[in-house]
């Protein structure tokens, strides 16, 4: 226990649910996630499906967001968050983050907004440019309101562990923090990311980040064959054609994949050496990389199959009802700072 600050860490997060959760996903945020969870010092712990955000670029598929809504849990729950430990909810049924995103549009510049570098690619790349909603310029500061609205004066700054590329949002509710305690009085907890060190995983094609819309990423519940294929499939050295060839290692998949995943480094490291040597096929190395995953995403496919939809909608539904209550509490000193108090 923390003798200096009895009350616990908060911790929110969340991701957009518009498909199925991938090998970037985890090592770049979920696997913070879980060590956050299940820490010794334990943290008062929030993850939001953030449909309210998804459907900002999603508006005119409102039945994809809803079914990955419960994808998105049924992910959560196999990797190993637990209800228990964590309130899992879903944004939409906290209306009271939207108020909040309202108030905190004073606080931002529409110029602000437009400098954001995620946004900006997000927009480059969903060829946004002619026809940009309101709504997904401005969602960076309804995050602000999702984070924000978790604060407690007396746990101090509020954890994200996210991807890098959510880092421009943090320091955009910093900013909208900092105004707003300006203007109305100490009311709002500054919020801080947390990283891994693998901050991005390439896709199995070695051209782009592992993603949803380029199709080169490794689903957690992608099945043992899926798996196999996508490994056999990855970028490796086109150079390398015979076995006894020297290999290069840099913007090689599977050195990427082994860098971030194998839990054996050492061997890791014995490889490359051999691979830059020649005499290292890249079969072996697939091999040895298929069961360094299949490892890691066993129990998860496990835990996947005995989640059922009725149990992933319950822990949602009871999450949002405790995420509700609490964020009715920080809205009422938002609301009295504001002078909304009525
Ligand atoms: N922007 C995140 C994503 O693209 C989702 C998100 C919404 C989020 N609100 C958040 C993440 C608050 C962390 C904190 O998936």
């Known amino acids: 226990m923390n003798l200096q600050n009895p009350y616990k860490s908060v911790v929110l997060t969340g991701d957009r649910p518009t498909g199925p959760l991938h090998l970037g996903h985890y090592i770049g945020s979920l696997k913070n996630r879980l060590d956050l969870q299940n820490s010794p010092q334990s943290h008062d712990m929030y ?3 953030a449909d309210t955000q998804a459907l900002t670029d999603h508006f005119e598929h409102p039945t994809l967001v809803r079914q990955y809504t419960l994808e998105l849990v049924k ?50 790349q969903k060829g946004m440019q002619e026809s940009l909603p309101a709504g997904f ?13 978790f604060g407690r004066l007396e746990s101090g700054t509020i954890l994200v562990p996210v991807g890098e590329d959510q880092l421009p949002m943090i320091e955009i509710t910093n900013e909208i923090v900092r105004r707003f305690n300006r203007l109305y009085g100490p009311c709002l907890q ?18 782009h980040k ?51 995943f194998a839990p054996d480094q050492e061997q890791v490291r014995a ?28 129990p998860i496919w496990e835990k996947r199959q005995t989640v059922r939809d009725q149990d992933a909608m319950e822990v949602l539904m009871h999450g949002s009802k405790q995420a509700r209550q609490r964020v009715q509490e920080k809205m009422s000193h938002v609301r009295a700072a504001m002078q909304l108090d009525y």
């Open 47 to 49: 993850i939001m499906v």
């Open 271 to 298: 490889f490359k050496a051999h691979y830059e040597k020649g005499g290292l096929g890249d079969v072996v190395l697939k091999k040895y990389l298929f069961s360094v995953l299949e490892t890691l995403l066993g």
């Open 190 to 207: 500054e919020a801080k990311g947390v990283l891994s060190p693998t901050a991005r995983l390439m896709g199995i094609d070695g051209q």
């Open 137 to 149: 310029l401005c969602y960076p500061v309804s995050q602000a309101a999702d984070i924000t609205a």
């Open 75 to 124: 992910d959560y729950l196999a990797i190993g968050i637990d209800p228990e430990k964590t309130t899992l909810f879903i944004q939409s049924q906290v209306p009271e983050l939207c108020e909040l995103t309202a108030y905190f549009m004073n606080l931002v510049t529409v110029s602000r907004l437009e400098r954001n570098p995620t946004v900006k690619a997000e927009i480059q």
């Open 210 to 260: 592992a993603g949803k819309s380029l199709n080169n990423a490794i689903y957690l519940k992608d099945s043992k064959e899926v798996l196999r294929e996508k490994v056999f499939q990855m970028y490796t050295d086109p150079g390398h054609i015979h076995v006894q060839d020297p290999g290069k290692v840099d913007g090689n998949m599977i050195f990427h994949y082994l860098d971030a």
